[in-house]
């Protein structure tokens, strides 16, 4: 079982950065990939970025590519976590992020919201013009 825990959400001005942190307890968090969605009032939950089990692949979408980068830490089970780093930030990044993990072990490139089992409550991000 995993659980999932986001913070590190707020108000920014266009240009500036935020760092999104999920913090992970369970036993099979560093077997799974990871992922930041979000989702902003009226409109339906979308992929941002995911990173591979062991970290070594990560992917964003093409909104955020060039500004958003995804990472893990997955050396210490007390502290497990996966960041999303989000710089350049525009008013139309603003939403609700959460982080979610993978249904399948040791995974791959899942971009799809039905390919994950486990989500966060989600952190609010706003950013103003």
């Known amino acids: 079982q995993v659980q999932l825990v986001e913070s590190g959400g707020g108000l920014v001005q266009a240009g500036e950065s935020l760092r999104l942190s999920c913090t992970a307890s369970?036993?099979?968090?560093?077997?799974?990939?990871m992922a930041w969605f979000r989702q902003a009032p009226g409109n339906q939950r979308v992929f941002v970025a995911h990173v591979s089990w062991n970290g070594d692949y990560t992917y964003v979408a093409d909104s955020v590519k060039g500004r958003f980068t995804i990472s893990r830490d997955n050396r210490d089970i007390t502290k497990n976590a996966v960041f999303l780093q989000m710089n350049s930030m525009k008013p139309e990044d603003t939403a609700v992020y959460c982080c979610?993990?993978?249904?399948?072990?040791?995974?791959?490139?899942?971009?799809?919201?039905?390919?994950?089992?486990?989500w966060g409550q989600g952190t609010q991000v706003t950013v103003s013009s």
């Open positions: 979610a993990a993978a249904r399948r072990l040791y995974g791959l490139g899942e971009t799809l919201a039905s390919e994950y089992d486990h």
């Open positions: 369970g036993s099979t968090f560093s077997r799974v990939a």
